[in-house]
């Protein structure tokens, strides 16, 4: 059984720092991509970023692109997401989930996903 368990959320002032995790487990993730993508209230999940598990080819949004970094871990089988000078409109809840469509940015391609972390950003 595929998991996809996510930590590392809370609440952090503007301009501060978090690490989120992803820890895989279920399935050999060698052909896959994990991607990370945010929810606010009232509207539709977006994509944040996506790396390749074999070759650790790297997407992002352009509302991320300079802040956030994405990596991994083969031998921990976990995912990272590090989130440097955050803004207010990074507060939502972050899902990391997989696919086997490289580089994928499209949320319906991604099969299985996590229960989700809340990060809020707030003076």
């Known amino acids: 059984q595929v998991q996809l368990v996510e930590s590392g959320g809370g609440l952090v002032q503007p301009g501060g720092s978090l690490r989120l995790s992803c820890a895989a487990s279920?399935?050999?993730?060698?052909?896959?991509?994990i991607g990370w993508f945010r929810q606010t209230p009232g509207k539709e999940r977006e994509f944040v970023a996506s790396i390749s598990w074999q070759g650790g080819s790297r997407y992002y949004a352009d509302s991320v692109k300079g802040r956030f970094t994405i990596s991994r871990d083969i031998a921990k089988n976990t995912v990272y997401l590090q989130m440097n000078s955050l803004k207010p409109e990074d507060t939502a809840v972050y899902y990391c989930?997989?696919?086997?469509?490289?580089?994928?940015?499209?949320?319906?391609?991604?099969?299985?996903w996590g229960q989700g972390t809340q990060v809020t950003v707030s003076s």
């Open positions: 989930a997989s696919t086997r469509l490289f580089g994928s940015r499209i949320e319906t391609t991604y099969d299985y």
């Open positions: 279920g399935r050999t993730f060698n052909s896959y991509t």
